[in-house]
């Protein structure tokens, strides 16, 4: 069956450590998302990218970093020069990245806690 | 600058009771697309429904319908004879044309049915 993996699901930091959420889509996606939840302020974009080696800055990008060297996946690094990055992440694909018509398929997300 | 707003933070009904969640956006555009997403306890979202902003059709699917009004810029839900299963989190969320397919949701909204 085709979605989005997310791993792990539950991800736990010490301060002062770079970690990595992995995210693969076997969608045949063109577009990839990451977006960061927090309790009461709905889902806040971090990057994102529409096609395979490119990606744009969403709207809290400081303190991470991301790739697309494949379709396939877009792992998200959260470094240590993010303040707070206790949160629940949430990855998601579209068919493509232009016209906003398809909306996305979600992953079922890495809950990240700082330790 | 584009928002959307779920003014409801919680909702609390009791089971077989009719429940709306109210979504009101703002865009500059003229093309956009809205949607609503269902977020269940295991955290994945769920994707329920997409409008385009030519369409203001309302919508029936069994127990869910909404009312899409532009004149008050509000794509509302409404749940007819809740059940316990229904409850979770609802974002609703706004794309527009050429802005990288991204999403903007609303804060969200929780919905909590008791039997």
């Known amino acids: 069956d085709g979605g989005i993996t997310q791993s792990p699901k539950y991800l736990f930091r010490k301060e002062g450590q770079n970690v990595t959420l992995s995210c693969e889509q076997n969608?045949?996606?063109?577009?990839m998302y990451w977006y960061r939840q927090d309790p009461g302020q709905g889902l806040r974009l971090i990057y994102y990218?529409?096609?395979?080696?490119?990606?744009q800055k969403g709207d809290i990008a400081e303190g991470y970093s991301v790739s697309r060297e494949k379709k396939e996946s877009f792992p998200l690094t959260v470094t240590s020069a993010q303040k707070n990055p206790t949160a629940f992440y949430l990855c998601a694909s579209s068919i493509e990245g232009r016209t906003g018509l398809y909306g996305y398929t979600f992953g079922s997300g890495t809950r990240l806690t700082v330790v | 600058a584009q928002k959307v707003t779920q003014a409801q933070t919680e909702i609390s009904v009791v089971e077989k009771e009719d429940v709306t969640l109210d979504c009101v956006y703002e865009t500059r555009d003229t093309t956009y697309y809205l949607f609503w997403y269902k977020q269940p306890p295991s955290g994945e979202l769920v994707f329920l429904i997409r409008r385009n902003s030519f369409d203001e059709q309302n919508e029936i699917s069994g127990r869910y319908s909404w009312n899409f009004q532009k004149s008050t810029s509000s794509f509302n839900f409404t749940i007819t004879a809740s059940q316990v299963v229904d409850s979770a989190v609802y974002f609703c969320a706004l794309s527009e044309v050429n802005k990288g397919g991204k999403l903007i949701f609303g804060q969200g909204t929780e919905l909590s049915v008791k039997p």
């Open positions: 969608l045949n996606h063109d577009a």
């Open positions: 990218s529409q096609i395979v080696n490119d990606f």
